[in-house]
């Protein structure tokens, strides 16, 4: 029963930090976010077996941890207030050509990320050929162009 509890409060644990930390696709990962989870991978593994090793005691944390994600994924189907609380909701961050600053500083975002989303998915160069840029759920940033005049 250790390892249940372990494992519940280490994911409910990190599931907080991860919301706080922000979101970032998997894909746009820095070399210093990889390291930081290498980090957290190996803090977690600890804290989850403790001083138990074992075969059965490592099953037991992984169908713990599984049965919590599944749970999760079931409660975010059937309520969008839970939806929205575990991962959020799309975030505009440029509105017809204009960077909306706060809510780029909130993203811990720069000018140069949307920028960089705008030229490898339409080719756009400058900001005021954007129409919206969101912040997606998943961390990846859309990219709508204005109407060409």
């Known amino acids: 029963m250790d390892s249940v509890l372990r494992a519940a ?37 600890q ?31 059937r309520s969008q207030w839970v939806s929205q609380l575990i991962d959020g909701g799309p975030t505009i961050v440029v509105e017809n050509g204009k960077v909306l600053h706060k809510r780029l500083r909130h993203a811990r975002l720069i000018e140069a990320d949307i920028m960089e989303a705008a030229r490898s998915s339409q080719g756009i160069e400058t900001l005021d050929q954007i129409k919206f840029a969101i912040l997606e759920r998943n961390g990846k940033i859309s990219v709508i162009a204005q109407e060409p005049s």
């Open 47 to 77: 804290a989850l077996l403790g001083d138990d090793f074992s075969l059965t005691n490592s099953i037991v944390v992984i169908v713990t941890l599984i049965a919590i994600d599944v749970g999760l994924s079931l409660l975010k189907q």
């Open 9 to 45: 409060a280490m994911y409910l644990a990190l599931m907080v930090l991860f919301k706080i930390a922000g979101r970032r696709s998997l894909a746009e990962l820095t070399t210093f976010d990889f390291v930081l989870l290498m980090i957290i991978g190996e803090a977690t593994q």
